[in-house]
């Protein structure tokens, strides 16, 4: 069975920057594409970035040019970086494969951007 575990999210002020990152197991996480996924208050959650097993990436318009996603094979993990992070950023973040989620859903990691 896949675990997903996210983490290092937190409270961070408006142009701050947050790393995040994603551990999976019970797969083998190298072949698969992984994406991080955002959930806000009362939204759906969205799709933010994907990450292939090549390492070509695409990013939602929201996020361009401010995240950046990344992979380890070797610790199976993905990695978020987020700069100038933003109000609207506030959310639950969480991994899974990408761009669609197939496997069950980890608790995810909450960010918030507030001064």
């Known amino acids: 069975q896949v675990q997903l575990v996210e983490s290092g999210g937190g409270l961070v002020q408006p142009g701050g920057s947050l790393r995040l990152s994603c551990a999976v197991s019970?797969?083998?996480?190298?072949?698969?594409?992984m994406g991080w996924y955002r959930q806000a208050p009362g939204k759906q959650r969205e799709l933010l970035s994907t990450i292939a097993s090549s390492g070509s990436t695409t990013y939602a318009d929201s996020v361009k040019g401010r995240f950046t996603i990344s992979r380890d094979n070797a610790k199976r993990t993905v990695y978020l970086q987020m700069n100038s992070l933003k109000s609207e950023d506030t959310a639950v973040y969480y991994c899974?494969?990408?761009?669609?989620?197939?496997?069950?859903w980890g608790r995810g990691t909450q960010v918030t951007v507030s001064s």
């Open positions: 899974n494969r990408g761009p669609l989620a197939s496997w069950s």
């Open positions: 019970g797969t083998t996480f190298s072949i698969y594409a």
